[in-house]
């Protein structure tokens, strides 16, 4: 999936993009032809030299097909990184020593049923734009072909249309346990560097994005029911099962990171806050003004040691 903030010449920005991207916009209903089977004669060669980000809904797919916990398949199959421009950490596909995908073999994908959402999406990619780069505009979304000078699937006589093609790959339930997620990291990318978030909260939002049963644990902590305005009935149905632990942990980073609605602290908290930043306050001005009274007796100091020089 790629996105862009401004939609004024897309053919000359794909001039210079080096991804092979045709310049041509496609709909639903675009017809393109492409194959790819065992006997292509380039079969696999594209599960080399990738970069792929996994997205939460890739992680908990693959990790549970593979019957490991997140901690293990972050060891054996992830490496950390920063998103696309943005300081929100995530990881990508590890691979191997040769350059390919940990799960691919001469057969195939061994993971194929819970692959990666951009592994799905190959040769079609999907572009969000908003005119002028307003987060309240209405997005022009269209779809493209990837076509790599290697991959042969494009000879094949097999025709489909756009919407037949991500039926077929399973990319609509993909897009829609990716979607929010995929707004936090387009929103924080909006933001820019200059809108700083603290470390805390990046390991809170890797976390999350990673392990839901550590995020599991942290909702269902003491200090979690003390800080945040929830009932425990809502904290049940999240933690009842991962989708849905999924779809939670979207809402609080939503809310932790950028205000939304519906996570709010309690008010008690907020006012135990407002007074801790008060006495905070106070007590760097005590300092302060401490600071200045040590600053200005060492000046006088000073000024009457030189009178007494100039004396002698």
């Known amino acids: 999936m790629t996105s862009a903030k401004n939609n004024k010449?897309?053919?000359?920005?794909?001039?210079?993009?080096?991804?092979?991207?045709?310049?041509?916009?496609?709909?639903?209903?675009?017809?393109?032809?492409?194959?790819?089977?065992?006997?292509?004669?380039?079969?696999?060669?594209?599960?080399?030299?990738?970069?792929?980000?996994?997205?939460?809904?890739?992680?908990?797919?693959?990790?549970?097909?593979?019957?490991?916990?997140?901690?293990?398949?972050?060891?054996?199959?992830?490496?950390?990184?920063?998103?696309?421009?943005?300081?929100?950490?995530?990881?990508?596909?590890?691979?191997?020593?040769?350059?390919?995908?940990?799960?691919?073999?001469?057969?195939?994908?061994?993971?194929?049923?819970?692959?990666?959402?951009?592994?799905?999406?190959?040769?079609?990619?999907?572009?969000?734009?908003h005119e002028g780069g307003e987060d309240e505009t209405v997005a022009e979304q269209f779809f493209f072909k990837v076509n790599e000078p290697h991959c042969r699937g494009h000879e094949e006589d097999r025709e489909w249309t756009v919407r037949e093609w991500r039926i077929d790959q399973g990319i609509d339930k993909s897009d829609d346990m990716n979607r929010e997620w995929m707004e936090l990291v387009m929103r924080r990318k909006s933001y820019g560097f200059q809108a700083q978030i603290s470390e805390p909260a990046k390991k809170i939002f890797f976390m999350a994005s990673t392990d839901l049963d550590k995020f599991r644990d942290f909702v269902r902590s003491p200090g979690f029911k003390d800080t945040y305005d929830i009932d425990d009935s809502t904290i049940d149905a999240a933690c009842a099962d991962d989708i849905s632990m999924l779809k939670f942990s979207y809402r609080y980073l939503a809310a932790t990171l950028f205000g939304a609605d519906g996570i709010n602290v309690r008010a008690d908290k907020v006012k135990t806050k407002l007074v801790e930043m008060k006495n905070k306050q106070e007590e760097m001005e005590k300092n302060a003004e401490k600071t200045h009274r040590e600053l200005r007796r060492d000046f006088d100091e000073l000024k009457k040691a030189r009178k007494d020089k100039a004396k002698t």
């Not at 010449?9 to 639903?28: A, H, I, R, S, W």
């Not at 017809?31 to 996994?54: E, M, Q």
């Not at 995530?90 to 799960?103: M, S």
């Open 9 to 129: 010449d897309f053919t000359n920005e794909l001039d210079t993009n080096p991804t092979n991207v045709e310049p041509k916009k496609l709909t639903l209903e675009s017809r393109f032809k492409f194959k790819c089977h065992p006997v292509i004669s380039c079969f696999t060669a594209c599960c080399g030299n990738i970069n792929i980000i996994l997205t939460p809904y890739d992680i908990l797919r693959i990790r549970r097909f593979l019957n490991i916990s997140a901690d293990e398949f972050l060891l054996r199959f992830a490496t950390p990184l920063y998103l696309e421009k943005t300081d929100l950490p995530g990881v990508k596909l590890n691979l191997d020593e040769n350059g390919r995908c940990p799960f691919v073999s001469d057969k195939g994908c061994t993971v194929y049923e819970y692959r990666p959402t951009t592994c799905r999406y190959y040769p079609i990619g999907m572009a969000n734009f």
